[in-house]
């Protein structure tokens, strides 16, 4: 897995998962808002802008999950979760609208499972 | 093709919504952004677009309550009314 996709994964599902628990912000436009800028800065620095805001904006789907079931290790596992699917599923799903969206949707569940889990095996354990 | 799913979702979010419809229309077309994103391949008109749009809306409003709060639950409306969409097409012709 390529480390590059990894870490803007993980900034675009942190960043957006805070700023749309700020006041005049929702998910949507928290979503939307950091996609814009995440272009404009990839664009003015001339980084490789298409596959990276592709990443940015696929893992602010992650990030647009609420805060009141989902917590922040819960955010960053579906971020990497994300970056992995964004390499190994998306290119099977080329030209499908929601491809980034889908995937953003399986690391949550598969993430929601997996802390589910977790709490299970806590619970069991003396 | 960032920036033409992004741009129209943030100028809604600005648009007022009233209280009994809440933040469902922005959420909507956030969706349909999404559909939107399809290549020019899958789509190559504006009825399909339209079709897809409707089934995106029949899926959303039938699924409200469930999932919520899970991100890319819009994304995931979008790609599965895209895929019943073209399924469709392919039963058909």
């Known amino acids: 897995m390529s480390i590059d996709l990894l870490l803007i994964s993980l900034l675009g599902a942190i960043s957006t998962y805070l700023l749309a628990k700020r006041n005049r912000f929702d998910a949507i436009r928290a979503s939307s808002c950091l996609s814009i800028l995440a272009y404009g800065i990839f664009h003015l620095i001339d980084l490789n802008t298409e596959l990276y805001s592709l990443v940015f904006f696929g893992s602010t789907f992650v990030g647009m999950s609420a805060p009141v079931r989902f917590g922040i290790e819960s955010i960053c596992l579906s971020a990497v979760l994300f970056a992995l699917f964004f390499e190994y599923l998306i290119p099977h799903l080329t030209g499908f609208g929601g491809a980034l969206g889908i995937s953003a949707f399986l690391s949550v569940c598969l993430s929601h499972i997996a802390f589910l889990l977790l709490a299970k095996i806590k619970s069991f354990a003396p | ?93």
């Open chain 2, 1 to 93: 093709m960032v920036l033409s799913a992004s741009l129209p979702a943030f100028i809604a979010s600005f648009v007022p919504s009233n209280k009994t419809l809440a933040h469902h229309p922005h959420a909507t077309l956030y969706a349909g952004c999404f559909s939107g994103m399809c290549s020019a391949e899958l789509i190559e008109s504006m009825w399909a677009l339209s079709f897809i749009c409707l089934i995106g809306t029949l899926l959303y409003v039938s699924s409200i309550r469930l999932f919520s709060g899970f991100g890319g639950r819009l994304g995931g409306i979008a790609f599965t009314s895209v895929a019943i969409f073209v399924l469709t097409r392919q039963v058909l012709m």
